[in-house]
């Protein structure tokens, strides 16, 4: 048996259909990763597809730190207090986050009334955290439950390939 293969389905499929549309239609979308990712070998796999198909760049929490190359062109380093002001700036412009096992705690938003002014009305994306986590900080438009890297693999195949020129 090949120990890469998925054994389970995911959870919410609706939704991560819904989360896939969304990425596709997003104009300047960000992946906010964090450690859940290494949870299994293709954790990075996946994100490291979901990064160079959908173009997107992706910014890592603390922990998350490490689950991609950190000289890839897209990788934007960690995100919030102690990240880069890179990594800030395309959080605060982004129309679409991804969050990706990461909180959005007050040393990642700062003030949480204005985070993120400028995707106020999107919203995270895709979300995936303990459910005490989500929407506690952030309200996520399309929460996802369960194990990251099994929802993850179903929308990779669903991003479509974009220039993302903004």
Do not use: W
């Not at 979300?127 to 438009?141: F, Q």
Request: charged residues 15%; aromatic residues 4%; proline residues 8%.
């Amino acid at each position: 048996m090949n120990p890469l293969q998925m054994l389970e389905l995911p959870m919410g499929v609706g939704l991560i259909k819904q989360a896939a549309e969304f990425i596709n239609q997003a104009r300047r979308p960000v992946i906010y990763a964090g450690i859940g990712l290494l949870s299994s070998p293709m954790g990075p796999k996946l994100l490291a597809q979901l990064m160079e198909k959908g173009n997107i760049p992706v910014c890592t929490t603390l922990q998350g730190l490490g689950v991609l190359y950190e000289t890839n062109e897209r990788s934007l380093h960690m995100f919030g207090m102690h990240g880069s002001a890179y990594a800030n700036l395309a959080m605060q412009q982004a129309d679409v986050i991804i969050a990706l096992v990461g909180r959005f705690d007050d040393r990642v938003t700062g003030k949480v009334d204005t985070f993120p002014p400028a995707t106020a009305q999107a919203g995270a994306g895709l979300y995936r955290d303990e459910p005490k986590n989500i929407n506690k900080v952030v309200d996520a438009s399309i929460p996802v439950l369960g194990d990251v890297v099994i929802n993850l693999a179903t929308p990779v195949p669903l991003i479509r390939s974009s220039p993302r020129t903004e």
